[in-house]
């Protein structure tokens, strides 16, 4: 008798301008040993705003896979990039323009972490504030313990839990400043682990959503007014910065991201200019600073980065709907090559008007 498993591919789809996961279930012959024992697999484009109706299959190919930790045994959730049907990269697909990139500049070793936060809904409004009304203003939430403090833990906990059976690289978790608002970070790890993880860990946020009746919203200024936005803080190094004198080229860094700034927002997430207002622990979309420990600014050096004299940096102006693909290539391509443009990728430079767009 075969061992059949359960393999649930998952994918971005052409949602414009902001990508959202699909799935489904391939019925396979386990145990699966290798990214060669997952066959290439395809599905209907013209449903998920990725071909037109008269000529819609597109590929699935597998490119990063999991023990799946909610259907456990021997399942697995992979991760896919999606091919023309002439096997051509898609031109949803910014992963395969990371992959090509970082073979580029892999022997600089760059590393990223990811912070996503995200705010749980119930229906329409955030978990536990009173029906279309207001909690108490912030500053009770952030770190908190108590259910008049924070809300939707079992979901959390049960996320993040899963995320460790299934072997991420999860770095930690906390409640946020505006209530129903979390975080989990991801990393450090290598540019295409870092950002499949990330994909694979809000799949896993989304499933279990289903089960709780609670849904994650990575929209940057999900609430108005005085309630913080939802950012995905971006820490990135290199070798040369973690190794003695780092600090100057962090330095360096930070000058050459600045030159860059009107093209990286064009790629760190619609709506962010709704967050990025200056207040709320932002620096505003319209400047770009750096300093330590700063969390005002668009670049922190952490404290301890400064003290060390090495370490990395961190990129705070990336919003919760980032696509980490995209925010990677931009910072490799910022700091380890010439410069970000993302018309050389065929990516939209018209996300986010900028004053003088210099793109
Ligand atoms: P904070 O909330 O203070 O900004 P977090 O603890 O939430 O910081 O996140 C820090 C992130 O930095 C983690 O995701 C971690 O993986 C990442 N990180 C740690 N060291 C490095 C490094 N050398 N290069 C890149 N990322 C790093
Ligand atoms: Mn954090
Ligand atoms: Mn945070
Ligand atoms: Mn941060």
């Known amino acids: 008798m075969t061992n059949k498993i359960m393999a649930e591919y998952i994918w971005m789809d052409g949602k414009k301008p902001t990508a959202k996961l699909r799935s489904k279930t391939k019925i396979i012959n386990g145990p699966i040993q ?3 024992d997952l066959p290439l697999w395809g599905f209907d484009g013209s449903s998920t705003e990725q071909a037109e109706g008269h000529f819609s299959d597109c590929i699935l190919k597998p490119v990063y896979y999991i023990p799946d930790p909610i259907r456990g045994e021997s399942n697995v959730l992979v991760m896919c990039e999606v091919l023309n049907a002439d096997s051509a990269p898609h031109k949803t697909n910014t ?3 990371l992959a090509e990139l970082y073979e580029k500049h892999k022997q600089e070793e760059p590393i990223f972490g990811f912070e996503q936060e995200y705010t749980l809904y119930h229906k329409n409004w955030p978990v ?3 029906p279309q009304g207001f909690p108490h203003p912030q500053g009770r939430y952030y770190c908190g313990v108590g259910c008049d403090e924070v809300y939707g833990r079992k979901l959390v906990e049960a996320h993040l839990k899963d995320c460790l059976k299934a072997g991420m690289s999860i770095s930690g978790i906390n409640a946020e400043v505006m209530p129903a608002q979390w975080e989990f970070q991801v990393g450090p790890l290598n540019p295409l682990e870092c950002c499949d993880q990330l994909w694979l860990a809000r799949w896993i ?7 709780f009746e609670m849904y994650a919203k990575l929209d940057p200024k999900p609430m108005p007014g005085d309630w913080n936005g939802a950012g995905g803080h971006t820490n990135f190094s290199t070798k040369s910065m973690r190794e003695e004198g780092g600090i100057k080229v962090i330095l360096e860094a930070c000058e050459k991201l600045g030159k860059f700034h009107n093209q990286h927002i064009q790629v760190y997430g619609a709506d962010n200019d709704k967050r990025l207002t200056g207040k709320h622990e932002t620096c505003s979309i319209y400047d770009f600073r750096y300093g330590v420990s700063d969390r005002g600014a668009s670049i922190r050096i952490p404290m301890e980065t400064n003290n060390k004299g090495k370490g990395y940096l961190e990129d ?9 693909y995209q925010i990677s290539v931009a910072l490799i391509d910022t700091i380890c090559g010439n410069g970000f443009n ?3 990728y065929g990516w939209p430079n018209d996300v986010i008007k ?4 210099k793109v």
């Open 34 to 36: 290798s990214l060669a």
């Open 95 to 97: 992963r395969i323009k």
């Open 128 to 130: 536990g504030w009173p």
């Open 205 to 211: 946020l989304y499933r279990h959503g289903e089960d």
């Open 316 to 324: 705070r102006r990336p919003a919760a709907n980032f696509d980490p």
């Open 342 to 344: 993302p018309v050389k």
């Open 354 to 357: 900028m004053p003088e767009n």
